[in-house]
């Protein structure tokens, strides 16, 4: 008798297709919390709109893939542009003016956003099912026993790469640093000379772009849907706050946590069907964690 | 208590409005449209429990929604599996919201604003999902009482004196006014004060003695509490739920209507409930697209955020005035024209 | 009586307080310093916003860091800010019947007395039902101190109560605050960076520069004192 089977759950080899499918939503989602964190640590902003964004993109990618003759790869660009592209706009006019306020205000802002969003697809596409093809997604190749397509790979290896890259650039270029030091104190960094309105900006563009790039991945991996896709940033919101919205790395292994977690709930039957409640569960585990040591949230690792 | 001019005016206004909503309205009123001022009524309930934590303690709960579910949930589940009377019925569904509110928050609440209103949001999720599987209670057997069978085909219990759809509309109106002033209670009473220290500054709060904590828990609670009622309310009104009534979406345009309608005013929780039910209904009857809705309520979160925080409740009084005053300015000068003359 | 032994306030590489030890005896008790000296770093450990690295604070034989920050008000710390911070979307009566609430236990008749009492021990002239809000700077300043005096106090802290007073004003607050020790039974601590006041209301005078104690003792004597003067104009010369 094995181990899974005495606890009443599947054997082993139910599990591992599970754990490729939760290791790359979990790429998706750590690299939205990635993005959402450097941006709240450098603006004060969380974005709440970060599903909506990348989903509409989605939309406009399908758009252009399914009603247009122009090839499939400007509809892609276009998504991650749209990301771009409207987040920035949204932290240009209404960045300035929430400015002064607190971390929980801004954060609601977004949600404005979210909801013009929502609208705005809800109006042009309504609620038909669609799927986002990608080329990656129809090849790919086995790994003990289990078949991993192209995409995932590309789930998994942006999650890392992403972080990475954020951790270096945070580390050893001037935006990088000055980002940092406007997480650390706002007030004292734009009195150093630091373009603190260039540096919130390229971190409002990279983070859009991040958006639209998780949006055209989740849409092929999970489904073309505006709702579902726009309330999968509670599955990143949850690595966030495991994070303490403050640790890049720490974002990473808990966004592949929260992504497995998730997946590997699927095949236990039992209780399959509420495994979507797992970025609450673990979130509020993490706050249970850090409340418990009164920690304060600190500037930006 | 005597009560000075203006609030005896006002205390006139509410009481000849609510006269008129109970007694003449209902008779004037379709099927239909007595169906949408039930809404309009259950919702701003709702809205009042949302604006109270946002206007009077300076909290954000992004899963009042989801609680207004859950004790539509609760109800319904009563109202087969008992014969309680539906006051008890509603105070259970009350009781078991404001529990669960009251959880969520403890983690929460010592950490800041930011983290209760995302827990609170990821709660939401998580009772969708929950509630997404077990479906809403239909008359079927077993704990979740719902089933799919031709069983579950009755619709939730009502009380004995409001069967009638304006029989309920009035019974809901009573229960809504009773929550109203549970709140205008709370709000004149210490826990109004305590809260309104929190809002102003949590150190002089602290300075006063204040356990902020506590106070701040017991507003969830309370706001967890008129919302579980409202769910109730829900269940008999429409007789029978179903989780689309409760989309996720729907707790941040709760949010958004609520900042809308006014988080510092009382009347900004009826704003807000026409301004969830009525709208929609307006819209479909003229064939227009829900989805206008939709936008229309994020651009109003930014424009309340940006530019007046107060809400149109005060922000319409105080721009009518402006107009009374404009309007009224042409008489003034003639009449001081006459005085000056000889 | 309060003592402070030995308290240590750490900001990152900053220390607010220095081993600040210092003894308040009774009565009006003046605490001074040039800006940064540390002042409002102490009251804010006496109100338990800031935790110190290390020290005792023992009022009137009770240590008061031991307590959470909330419980201090009802044992009877009861503390001014800087900036006046009543409650402006409540009514006067509100405003210092709310700081009774927590403080005290007993029924509502008592309430309202005490707070009567308060607002008249002020010289405060306006109607109880008034909004904070709409009054001016002065009535809002003394309806914080008739916070700071309601219900039993034991230990009143003021932190420049005066500032953006007239001299007329200041003269009435002073005579208020020397009042309170005789009136209330409480011992006060005024900080202030008005000299004539602190003078007026206060027998002893404490000086902080740089988070330590450098003079203690008669008012007068202190604000004559050789380190005290420099410490003011940062200088070695003698004007």
Redesign the interface.
Known sequence: MTVPALLGLPSWEFFKPFIVTGLALGGVYAVSGVGMVVLYQTTGVLNLAFGAVGAMGAFIAWELNNNTSLPDWIGYLACIGFGGVVTLLYGVAFGPPLAGRDALTKAVATLGLALILLGAMSWIWTDKARSLDLPTTNSGFEVGGVMVNWTQVIAVGFGVVMTVVTIVFLRHTRTGTAMRALADDREITATLGVPVRRVEASAWLVSGLVSGAAGLLLANLVGLDAATLTFLVISALAATLIARLSSVALTLAAGFIVGLVNAMVTPILSISQYRDMTPFVLATIALLWVSRKDIRVTGLR | MSLDRPARIHAGVIVALLAFLVLALPSMLSAYWVDVTTSVVIYAVVALGLGLLMGRVGL?SLGQIAILGLGAWVAARLTYATSLPYPIVLLLAGAMSAVLGTLVGL??L??????L???T???A??IT??LT?TQFPNGGPGFLGHTDSSLGSNAIRRPAVASSDTGYFRYTTLVAVLMFGVVVLHLRS?AG??W??I???E??A???????TRYKLWALALASFITGIAGGLLAGSVGKLYIVQF???GN??L??AV?MGGIYTLWGAVAAGLLIKLLPALLDNWGL?P????????????QV??TAPEGIAVQLPRDLGRLAGLLSRPFQRNQAAREEAP | MIEVSDLTVRFGGVKPLDAMSVTFDTGTCGLIGPNGAGKTTFFNVMSGFVKPAAGRVHAFGDDLLRMPHFRRARWGLRRTFQTEQAIEGLSVLDNVAMIWEHAKHEGRGKRDEDVRGALSFVGLEVDPAAKVGTLGARERRLVEVARAVVGRPRVVLLDEPAAGLSDEETDHLGAVIRAIPEHMDALVVLVDHDMTLVSACCENTAVLDFGKLIAAGPTAAVLRDERVVKAYLGTEEVL
């Not at chain 2, 010592?110 to 983290?115: K, M, N």
């Not at chain 2, 989805?291 to 930014?302: A, H």
């Open positions: 954000v983690p929460a010592r950490l800041s604003g930011l983290f209103a995302l827990i949001l990821m709660l999720g998580a999902v929950v599987t210490k004060r305590a309104a220290a809002r102003q500054s150190a002089s602290l300075a006063a003695g204040v356990n902020i989309p996720i979406s941040i345009l949010l958004a900042l697209p989805d206008l809705l939709t936008i229309l309520f994020g651009v109003g979160i930014l955020l940006i």
